[in-house]
């Protein structure tokens, strides 16, 4: 069983930073690729940026030049450095993970990060 735990989420004046982390543990083989995805209230979930591991790094193009992932696929660690925060960027914050064999997505619990204005 594949567990992810993040953290890292929280309150934020606009401009500024926040970094979130996610660790994932427990059986997990051919680990293909790692990122973070956010769901505002109201809206679907969508990507913020993603690696699969030796290929492409992407970033949502709201996010990019302000946000940088880091992911490590020998600790099994994604986080994401977050800059020039703005209300827009106001969400539930969710890792993911996603697995060759089986292939499967696994998703963590949710970290809130809100900007006030």
């Known amino acids: 069983q594949v567990q992810l735990v993040e953290s890292g989420g929280g309150l934020v004046q606009a401009g500024g930073s926040l970094e979130l982390s996610c660790a994932a543990s427990?059986?997990?083989?051919?680990?293909?690729?790692m990122g973070w995805y956010r769901q505002a209230r109201g809206k679907e979930r969508e990507l913020v940026a993603d690696?699969?591991?030796?290929?492409?790094?992407r970033y949502a193009d709201s996010v990019k030049g302000r946000f940088t992932i880091f992911a490590d696929n020998v600790k099994n660690t994604v986080s994401l450095q977050m800059n020039s925060l703005n209300s827009e960027d106001t969400a539930t914050y969710y890792c993911?993970?996603?697995?060759?064999?089986?292939?499967?997505?696994?998703w963590g619990q949710g970290t809130q990060v809100t900007v006030s204005s």
């Open positions: 993911h993970l996603k697995t060759l064999i089986p292939r499967r997505d696994y």
């Open positions: 690696v699969t591991f030796g290929s492409t790094t």
């Open positions: 427990g059986s997990i083989f051919s680990l293909i690729a």
